[in-house]
């Protein structure tokens, strides 16, 4: 090599030594970084990738990447992927925010990204008019059921038109291509990855198809991808009873409930009948009246934090008027389109429906289902296309696991959190969190100390490691 070649290469590796995994990044796979529009102390860029892996004549997109580097990195482990799930959610704003302890932050470079068809990341877009006439999905006859079908494929035809040709390759497995193109964009060889929720599906896979590519997984409130369509629903079902059960039970002992000492059960039937006779109102919306599948919702969403005190209180006060607030055109609605690439969940026909219903009803008494999952199936009812990522068993882990599961959680079920460490093998190694809600990080130092020493050291905790529950707050917090 002629000396001022070699003296001009030699120069640009010590740049490239010194600068630190951001230079690596922009040298390896084209991402400029800037500072993010919310917060300047971390960086923003996009990442493009195909619209179709298996078809890079596609066309590209860009996926929109959010890094906030260590804090300490003189002590820098390295990159910690992050997604909050939805599907739906930002992986940006996750990113971004204050939901990871400062000594995490300290150590690892926290990444977060937008999935594609989410946020930032060429959103699916679907009319907001033909959104909101979404038909309830407790079906009660042959005509609701064929009305549901037509309606899902309005829906998926407006949804692909205004969405582009990407409506049809927003499945996980897309997903996981895209995380392993930013991985070699960051010049990393192996990242770390905290999924929460249905961030769980993108860390099992990611970890199953690349496993020399991760050094240690967080799995959070975990969804089974190997689940059939009877367990999603049934299993669904009672983690949503289990959730009511529990504020029924913590009415009945807390003095803070706004309902303590009235028949929480009776009250909750006869808001449901009121509901199902059409003659109950929004506290919160002027005038608008609430369905069964909108009063379900009501209480479901209200087991996530939990927020028991807020329930107690809706349903004391159920029929006070409040504004209602503007429509606009087009709106963002990714979650269909994901879950009906994802899962295989077949109801063949009304009558098989009817029966499942009846089943569900069984299992949750109050809560009748999990509405949540019973929308994930019936929105694809009807759909031609079959899903690109369907249900497959897990393989064993090659790296260390983390799986996280919340005893009384409405969404995940603490029983898919058991059989998804099981199915990993002995890498893995399932931590209860002994209360309610959804997502288990961050609800009490137990948990935090447990999930960043892990993360720390990739070595796994002892078996049978459990944290206890936190007393109830107002503001959701705890329990």
Same mark, same amino acid.
């Given at each position: 090599?002629?000396?001022?070649?070699?003296?001009?290469?030699?120069?640009?590796?010590?740049?490239?030594?010194?600068?630190?995994?951001?230079?690596?990044?922009?040298?390896?796979?084209?991402?400029?970084?800037?500072?993010?529009?919310?917060?300047?102390?971390?960086?923003?860029?996009?990442?493009?990738?195909?619209?179709?892996?298996?078809?890079?004549?596609?066309?590209?997109?860009?996926?929109?990447?959010?890094?906030?580097?260590?804090?300490?990195?003189?002590?820098?482990?390295?990159?910690?992927?992050?997604?909050?799930?939805?599907?739906?959610?930002?992986?940006?704003?996750?990113?971004?925010?204050?939901?990871?302890?400062?000594?995490?932050?300290?150590?690892?470079?926290?990444?977060?990204?937008?999935?594609?068809?989410?946020? !930032?990341?060429?959103?699916?877009?679907?009319?907001?008019?033909? $959104?909101?006439?979404?038909?309830?999905?407790?079906?009660?006859?042959?005509?609701?059921?064929?009305a549901v079908v037509a309606y899902n494929r309005r829906l998926a035809a407006d949804c692909r038109t205004r969405t582009g040709p990407l409506y049809g390759h927003v499945d996980t497995l897309s997903?996981?291509?895209?995380?392993?193109?930013?991985?070699?964009?960051?010049?990393?060889?192996?990242?770390?990855?905290?999924?929460?929720?249905?961030?769980?599906?993108?860390?099992?896979?990611?970890?199953?198809?690349?496993?020399?590519?991760?050094?240690?997984?967080?799995?959070?409130? $975990?969804?089974?991808?190997?689940?059939?369509?009877?367990?999603?629903?049934?299993?669904?079902?009672?983690?949503?009873?289990?959730?009511?059960?529990?504020?029924?039970?913590?009415?009945?002992?807390?003095?803070a409930c706004a309902l303590h000492g009235r028949d929480v059960r009776g009250l909750w039937a006869g808001l449901l009948a009121r509901a199902a006779a059409g003659t109950l109102r929004d506290p919160?919306?002027?005038?608008?009246?609430?369905?069964?599948?909108?009063?379900?919702?009501?209480?479901?969403?209200?087991? +996530?934090?939990?927020?028991?005190?807020?329930?107690?209180?809706?349903?004391?006060?159920?029929?006070?008027?409040?504004?209602?607030?503007?429509?606009?055109?087009?709106?963002?609605?990714?979650?269909?389109?994901?879950?009906?690439?994802?899962?295989?969940?077949?109801?063949?026909?009304?009558?098989?429906?009817?029966?499942?219903?009846?089943?569900?009803?069984?299992?949750?008494?109050?809560?009748?289902?999990?509405?949540?999952?019973?929308?994930?199936?019936?929105?694809?009812?009807?759909?031609?296309?079959?899903?690109?990522?369907?249900?497959?068993?897990?393989?064993?882990?090659?790296?260390? $696991?983390?799986?996280?599961?919340?005893?009384?959680?409405?969404?995940?079920?603490?029983?898919?959190?058991?059989?998804?460490?099981?199915?990993?093998?002995?890498?893995? !190694?399932?931590?209860? +969190?002994?209360?309610?809600?959804?997502?288990?990080?961050?609800?009490?130092?137990?948990?935090?100390?447990?999930?960043?020493?892990?993360?720390?050291?990739?070595?796994?905790?002892?078996?049978?490691?459990?944290?206890?529950?936190?007393?109830?707050?107002?503001?959701?917090?705890?329990?």
């Amino acid at each position: 090599m002629h000396a001022a070649t070699r003296s001009a290469f030699l120069m640009i590796l010590a740049v490239l030594a010194t600068a630190g995994p951001a230079a690596s990044a922009r040298a390896a796979g084209g991402i400029t970084w800037t500072p993010c529009p919310d917060d300047t102390t971390a960086r923003c860029g996009t990442l493009s990738v195909p619209v179709d892996w298996a078809d890079p004549s596609s066309g590209r997109i860009g996926v929109a990447v959010a890094r906030r580097p260590a804090t300490d990195p003189a002590h820098r482990i390295g990159t910690l992927v992050v997604n909050p799930g939805g599907p739906g959610e930002s992986g940006v704003d996750f990113a971004l925010g204050t939901f990871f302890s400062a000594a995490l932050r300290s150590r690892f470079d926290l990444v977060g990204f937008d999935p594609r068809g989410v946020g !930032r990341s060429h959103p699916v877009i679907c009319s907001r008019a033909l $959104v909101e006439a979404a038909p309830s999905p407790l079906i009660t006859s042959r005509q609701q059921y064929g009305a549901v079908v037509a309606y899902n494929r309005r829906l998926a035809a407006d949804c692909r038109t205004r969405t582009g040709p990407l409506y049809g390759h927003v499945d996980t497995l897309s997903v996981v291509r895209d995380l392993d193109a930013l991985r070699s964009a960051l010049g990393e060889e192996r990242i770390s990855f905290y999924g929460a929720s249905y961030g769980t599906v993108l860390g099992e896979q990611y970890a199953d198809r690349f496993p020399g590519r991760v050094r240690a997984v967080v799995l959070d409130s $975990v969804l089974d991808h190997g689940a059939a369509v009877g367990d999603v629903l049934g299993t669904g079902a009672s983690a949503a009873q289990d959730a009511f059960d529990q504020f029924v039970a913590w009415c009945a002992r807390d003095r803070a409930c706004a309902l303590h000492g009235r028949d929480v059960r009776g009250l909750w039937a006869g808001l449901l009948a009121r509901a199902a006779a059409g003659t109950l109102r929004d506290p919160f919306a002027a005038g608008r009246p609430v369905s069964v599948f909108g009063l379900l919702n009501v209480a479901f969403s209200s087991f +996530y934090a939990p927020q028991w005190h807020s329930l107690a209180y809706y349903m004391k006060e159920a029929g006070a008027p409040a504004p209602r607030t503007a429509s606009v055109p087009g709106r963002p609605h990714a979650f269909p389109a994901i879950m009906c690439a994802d899962w295989d969940l077949p109801i063949s026909g009304y009558s098989a429906l009817v029966r499942t219903l009846r089943v569900l009803r069984g299992r949750a008494p109050q809560m009748m289902v999990s509405p949540l999952l019973l929308t994930a199936a019936v929105g694809c009812l009807g759909r031609d296309t079959p899903p690109a990522n369907p249900q497959r068993p897990l393989r064993p882990a090659a790296t260390p $696991v983390l799986v996280l599961g919340t005893r009384h959680d409405p969404a995940t079920p603490y029983r898919w959190a058991r059989r998804v460490a099981v199915r990993l093998g002995p890498a893995a !190694r399932l931590v209860t +969190y002994r209360g309610s809600g959804h997502i288990a990080y961050g609800r009490s130092d137990c948990l935090i100390g447990v999930v960043d020493h892990f993360l720390f050291t990739g070595r796994t905790p002892a078996a049978g490691t459990a944290c206890p529950a936190v007393p109830p707050s107002p503001f959701g917090v705890g329990t």
